[in-house]
C-alpha cells in the first residue's frame, strides 16, 4: 500500500513549516499510524525539535545513492515515529540533481522499498529548488503553513506555479493560518481573503503563543510541552 505522502511547504521562510511537519507527524503516530518524519532542509530542524541528533547516513547519502532509506531511519523515542534526518551537505546534490534527466524524481526512487508506514510528512526547505522540486513529485498531498501577513501569501502562487510545471498530480488538503494574531486586522484580513481563495481547505488558526516557540529548544512537540 502507498503511503499518504504530505508535503509541508511554502516558498517563503519563517511560516512555522518545520513546526507544523513535527506536530502533524506527532499528531498521526499518537492516534496509531506508522508515521516517518523526513527531513529535506538542510538545516535539519526536524532532529533538533524532538530532541535528537541526526546520525549518518541521512538523506543526502540516500539521495546520492550510498545508503538505503531504511540505513537512514532513526527512531524518535515516540510509538509508532520514525524520522529520516537531513544534513547541511543536502545542498551540495542541488547541481547534481538539477543536470540529472531525472533528478527531480531521485526522491520518489529512494522511498519506493519503503514499508510499513501509513503517513510520510515532509519538511521542506523555503526555496522550492530541486530538492523541494523532489518532494513535490513525490509527495500525494500538499499543506501549506501561512503566516497571516502578505508577503506569506505570495509564496503560495510561487508553489502553485511549480506544481504547475511540474505536472505533478499532487493534492492541495489544506492552507494553515499560522501565527495567528486576533488583535492584529491585518491577520483578520489575510484569513478572510485566504477563505475566499481557498474555502474549506482553510485548517483553523494556529494563534501566536510563546509554547509553541519555546517547545523546539526542549525537544519536544507542542502536546509534550503543554503537558
Known sequence: MIPTRIAITN???GVGKTTCA???GYS????????LLVDTDSQGHVAFCLGLEAERPTLTEVLLEMAEAEEAIQGSGRENLDILP????INDLKYMLANDPGGRKRLQRTLESLQGYEYCVFDCS???DIITQNVLVCANKLLI???TKDLSIEGIARIGNVVDELRTPIELIGVIPNKFDPRRNLDKDILEELGGIFGERVAPVVRETSKIGESPGEGKTIFEYDQ
Open 28 to 35: 498521526l503516530a499518537y492516534l496509531g499510524y506508522k508515521t
Open 22 to 24: 513535527v506536530n502533524i
Open 11 to 13: 516558498g517563503k521562510g
Open 126 to 128: 523555503p526555496s522550492l
Open 145 to 147: 503553513p501561512v503566516e
Open 86 to 89: 537531513s544534513s547541511p551537505k
